[in-house]
């Protein structure tokens, strides 16, 4: 059971990424899914999240976030993107990727940086 992030990496402010999570040993699709964030010297915080224990999915953005990201699932059901737009500086973190298994199960985190 594990999840991969990937997409991170360098770019300039206004800039875009997409950030992807792929679960293996397990059906993402099943899951509530969510992104967390981490700068140096802060803590944690929620970025974006997907619950899905509902007929109808239920999304989560943080207020920093709203209107530039979007969180989606890919057709296969196995993975979820963080489309990332009008990227600030202070979104500059490692991105993690969670599937709300008991306990949630977490990836190893994508280095997002945005600089001029």
């Known amino acids: 059971v594990q999840l991969q992030a990937s997409g991170g990496g360098s770019v300039q402010p206004g800039g875009s990424l997409r950030l992807s999570c792929v679960a293996s040993?397990?059906?993402?699709?099943?899951?509530?899914v969510a992104w967390f964030r981490q700068a140096p010297g802060k803590e944690r915080e929620a970025v974006s999240c997907?619950?899905?224990?509902?007929?109808?999915?239920?999304?989560y953005y943080a207020d920093s976030v709203k209107g530039r990201f979007t969180l989606s699932r890919g057709n296969a059901k196995n993975s979820v993107y963080l489309q990332m737009n009008s990227l600030k500086p202070e979104d500059t973190a490692v991105y993690y990727c969670?599937?709300?298994?008991?306990?949630?199960?977490w990836g190893q985190g994508t280095q997002v940086t945005v600089s001029s």
């Open positions: 997907i619950d899905t224990s509902d007929e109808t999915p239920y999304y």
């Open positions: 969670g599937a709300g298994l008991s306990p949630w199960v």
């Open positions: 040993g397990f059906s993402l699709g099943d899951y509530a």
